[in-house]
């Protein structure tokens, strides 16, 4: 196949498994699931939304947050890891929220990549489940399938995105990185797959008899 070829039978299988993917962070609005994003650097989604409840119990918007002490914040983010970084981002970021954009969270890259603690990842994901804007973030997952499926060198995370724009409809971004994390959670993992086991890589490479070796995000 050549990686066109390739590119249109992922999202072909991709739109059968996983139809209608749901956004795994638990949230109710741009602001809860900004706060759940960055929460989930290096950390499970399943622990993120574990922890978020108390978290939102005791401020569920920047107003509210802004006034809380980090040692609080801390207190409850600690099973997430990077806790006082989190911490000190949440209450930052929520009092730039108030300050320079009324309390709303801005629907604009630049803006959110500006908030602490908020990488280019998280901007995209916000970008995308919270506004509904056509981004492609890139995490672990989707660096790792992109490298054994041929549609990217895996040079970088961002030359990972690049390619993945180009080869895929951009209607198609926002729900096609759900379904690709998805895939790689219950088919193509770090462990369970190296690139010769699950269905869309023998059915991409028939012939591939190795390991496929991938270069970490």
């Known amino acids: 196949m050549t990686k066109k070829e390739r590119a249109a039978y992922v999202d072909q299988r991709l739109a059968e498994l996983y139809p209608d993917p749901p956004i795994p962070l638990d949230h109710r609005d741009p602001y809860t699931l900004l706060v759940a994003v960055l929460l989930s ?14 978290l939102f119990a005791l401020a569920d918007n920047p107003a509210d947050m802004a006034q809380q002490d980090v040692d609080a914040i801390n207190a409850i983010v600690r099973p997430c890891g990077l806790a006082p970084r989190k911490a000190q981002a949440i209450q930052g970021l929520s009092k730039i929220l108030v300050q320079k954009h009324g309390g709303g969270v801005p629907a604009d890259i630049e803006s959110l990549e500006a908030l602490p603690g908020v990488g280019h990842k998280t901007a ?3 970008m995308a489940q ?5 981004s492609f973030p890139v995490d672990t997952h989707i660096h790792r399938l992109a490298q054994r499926w041929g549609l990217t060198s895996g040079q970088s995370v961002k030359q990972t995105e ?4 180009d080869l895929f409809p951009r209607e198609r971004w926002n729900k096609l ?12 993992s770090a462990r369970g797959c190296n690139g010769t086991v699950c269905e869309i890589c023998q059915t991409l490479y028939p012939a591939r008899k190795s390991p496929k070796a991938t270069r970490k995000a």
Do not use: M
């Open 177 to 188: 990185h759900l379904q690709i994390i998805y895939y790689g959670r219950e088919h193509c």
């Open 130 to 134: 919270a506004f509904g804007i056509p």
């Open 162 to 165: 690049r390619d993945l724009k």
């Open 41 to 54: 650097a290096q950390c499970t989604d399943v622990r993120v939304n574990l922890t978020t409840p108390a």
């Open 124 to 126: 995209q994901v916000v």
